[in-house]
């Protein structure tokens, strides 16, 4: 499948779903099309899929 982007330089192009993540994360697109919204990469947006890294400091609240 074939998704509309918005590379860095402004110009509009179209990847294959399989190679978007990877111009996600070599920040070459600004923006993409997904289920007829444009949404923008954001800093934020690169960690996704990085969720189960981060530890958590607090108090354990859950039954041993």
Do not use: C, H, Q
Not at 28 to 45: A, E, H, N, P
Request: no cysteine; aromatic share 8%; charged share 35%.
């Amino acid at each position: 499948m074939k998704i509309s982007v918005i590379f860095i330089d402004g110009t509009p192009g179209v990847v294959s779903a399989e190679d978007l993540d990877s111009y996600i994360e070599k920040r070459r697109i600004l923006s993409f099309r997904r289920t007829g919204v444009w949404v923008k990469v954001t800093d934020k947006d690169a960690l996704r899929g990085l969720s189960g890294k981060k530890t958590y400091e607090g108090k354990e609240r859950r039954n041993a």
